[in-house]
T-cell receptor
Framework: AQTVTQSQPEMSVQEAETVTLSCTYD???????LFWYKQPPSRQMILVIR??????QNATENRFSVNFQKAAKSFSLKISDSQLGDAAMYFC?????????????FGTGTRLKVLA | SAVISQKPSRDICQRGTSLTIQCQVD?????MFWYRQQPGQSLTLIAT?????????ESGFVIDKFPISRPNLTFSTLTVSNMSPEDSSIYLC???????????FGPGTRLTVT
């Protein structure tokens, strides 16, 4: 069975600085998808970034980028130029690419605090 | 993406009662799911809501406790039955559109059982 591990329950970053959130996963599959979701205090889950396992290039969305290391089964999220609005819980998630599979496996989350 | 609404946004209920949560999407979606998020915890999938047939439940969740309906491609309900304080959680609806692999989440329903 697949598992997703986020080893940092909480992280802090100074406004305008850069922070990296860690995520590791375990799977025997070769094709899958990885995601980072943000859940602010309003509790709406927002998709931040996604990565297809077959792509070697790391995904980037504005200030958010990932470091995808397939062999190491690592999928970290880098937030550049941190803003107060980035404060939230961040969840890493895995989804198999197998046909008919839609179930997400979520990590336990990392609470990010942004200091003014 | 998808515009998803949930009703109610929050509720406080007495033990032994039931609450039905509604999830409405702005356009047709392929898949709909219900998750539970206990305080300070991650998300746990309750079930997949199947259009026109019985929902598919995950291990540890049963239809008698969490009956689910999905009468069409844009609407689903989750009922939390015979509630106890342990059912106090955020309940989230999510959807998959078309043949995509991304899930989009509703704003959640915060349930407190006293």
């Amino acid at each position: 069975a697949q598992t997703v591990t986020q080893s940092q329950p909480e992280m802090s970053v100074q406004e305008a600085e850069t922070v990296t959130l860690s995520c590791t996963y375990d799977t025997s599959e070769s094709d899958y998808y990885l995601f980072w979701y943000k859940q602010p205090p309003s509790r709406q889950m927002i998709l931040v970034i996604r990565q297809e396992a077959y792509k070697q290039q790391n995904a980037t969305e504005n200030r958010f980028s990932v470091n995808f290391q397939k062999a190491a089964k690592s999928f970290s999220l880098k937030i550049s130029d941190s803003q107060l609005g980035d404060a939230a819980m961040y969840f890493c998630a895995y989804r198999s690419a197998a046909s008919g599979t839609y179930k997400y496996i979520f990590g336990t989350g990392t609470r990010l605090k942004v200091l003014a | 993406s998808a515009v998803i609404s949930q009703k109610p946004s929050r509720d406080i209920c007495q033990r032994g009662t039931s609450l039905t949560i509604q999830c409405q999407v702005d356009s047709q979606v392929t898949m709909m799911f219900w998750y539970r998020q206990q305080p300070g915890q991650s998300l746990t999938l309750i079930a997949t809501a199947n259009q026109g047939s019985e929902a598919t439940y995950e291990s540890g969740f049963v239809i008698d406790k969490f009956p689910i309906s999905r009468p069409n491609l844009t609407f689903s309900t989750l009922t939390v039955s015979n509630m106890s304080p342990e059912d106090s959680s955020i309940y989230l609806c999510s959807v998959v559109r078309g043949w995509g692999y991304e899930q989009y989440f509703g704003p959640g329903t915060r349930l407190t059982v006293t």
